[in-house]
């Protein structure tokens, strides 16, 4: 009695299947060399897999093992195969999966279901991700990157641990953050790259350094023991933000000027007029750079003006800024801010992540200049980075 039979068939084109098919009961008992050269056969998600490709992919020392291993698969109803009649005699054209997931399954292998799963679940992952101030920005960035699964979900995890970092008031080496992945060494140099891509991680407190703190001006800080550090001497000097909690005196200024973006900082500090005193936000403001500010308008108040970049997350970074200043009651605002910023050829559309931030600062109470700034963002749909004009 023949192993298969014919599901169909004419002069030229048959299709054969299992007399008797068993499958998806068990997997049928395969040699190792056979086993070897079906998981090489089902790396591939296609329910039909032309012929001279699964032998192309067995290469020429497993040609008769092809051959041996299609008749059995054949036999056992885990795969139909279709022949063509050629120069008198029927050739295998096409070889068809019965159960193509059952199959990868019990190989060990992955299935499509299961990849689109995983797919679906890191997209719901960064929705989530995208709904934080804190890394929204490299959430909607990872989403819009087209990587692979694997390599994003890494990547998300990254994400996960510097907000549980942030949150819990961390600071240390890079080595202590990649402990919250595992293992001191379970961050990579492309990920520790693609993080300062997005972050200042020492002052997030990350680094091989205590956090920082960036100041230009016509400063003066004062410490006990008769130390003490003119501002003068340099265009910006950055120090420890240890250093701010034992401060005794500090000249105060007209104003404090806040500034995201460091290309703009250095460029207005190395341009400082007398009287103002100028601070680089460096990306989100933490809990370690409010304590410094703290501590220093404690010793030096003065109204602060800020500026970020005319986008949804500079609106935010702006607002945190200005923490210190509220719980001070001291006056701060935004400049170099406004809405004719948007004004420029060549900005960047809003995307996913801008969307959502731009929802959560409709339910905010803004100063006047933010609100020109927001309703501008939403109507026009575009974004743009101070480096442009400041």
């Not at 009961?25 to 040699?31: Q, T, W």
């Not at 329910?47 to 992919?57: N, P």
Request: proline share 6%; charged share 25%.
């Amino acid at each position: 009695m023949s192993a298969w039979r014919e599901l169909s068939a004419n002069r030229s084109r048959r299709h054969l299947g299992a007399a008797e098919p068993v499958w998806p009961g068990s997997l049928a008992p395969l040699d190792e060399d056979e086993k070897a050269l079906l998981l090489d056969w089902l790396r591939d998600s296609a329910d039909t897999r032309k012929w001279q490709a699964l032998l192309e992919t067995a290469g020429t020392a497993r040609i008769d093992l092809a051959g041996r291993l299609s008749d059995k698969l054949l036999s056992k109803g885990m795969a139909t195969r279709k022949e063509t009649f050629e120069q008198g005699r029927w050739r295998p054209a096409l070889l068809c999966w019965v159960e193509l997931e059952a199959l990868q399954a019990a190989l060990g292998l992955p299935t499509r279901s299961a990849r689109d799963a995983r797919r679906a679940a890191l997209s719901a992952r960064l929705e989530v991700l995208m709904g934080n101030e804190l890394v929204g920005e490299a959430a909607q960035a990872l989403a819009e990157s087209g990587m692979a699964t694997a390599a994003a979900e890494a990547r998300a995890a990254l994400l996960d641990a510097l907000l549980g970092w942030v949150a819990d008031g961390e600071t240390g080496l890079r080595r202590d953050f990649a402990l919250r992945l595992g293992h001191t060494k379970a961050v990579g140099d492309g990920e520790w790259q693609w993080l300062e891509r997005h972050f200042d991680l020492p002052a997030l407190g990350i680094g091989s350094f205590a956090p920082q703190l960036t100041l230009a001006g016509q400063l003066s800080l004062h410490w006990g023991q008769g130390l003490r550090l003119d501002m003068g001497v340099a265009a910006f000097i950055t120090l420890p933000v240890a250093s701010m909690a034992s401060l005794e005196n500090v000249t105060p200024p007209r104003h404090w000027w806040l500034i995201e973006g460091r290309a703009s900082f250095e460029k207005q500090a190395a341009r400082c007029e007398p009287g103002v005193a100028l601070v680089w936000i460096a990306g989100r403001p933490t809990h370690a750079w409010a304590a410094a500010m703290t501590r220093l308008l404690q010793l030096a108040p003065a109204p602060a003006v800020i500026s970020a970049d005319a986008d949804p997350a500079g609106i935010e970074i702006a607002l945190s800024a200005a923490q210190p200043w509220k719980a001070a009651g001291l006056p701060w605002t935004a400049t170099a801010m406004e809405p004719e910023r948007l004004d420029r050829p060549g900005l960047q559309p809003l995307g996913r992540y801008d969307l959502e931030v731009l929802a959560r600062l409709a339910e905010r109470a803004l100063p006047p200049e933010l609100v020109a700034l927001r309703d501008a963002l939403s109507e026009r749909g575009v974004k743009a980075e101070q480096e442009g004009w400041l």
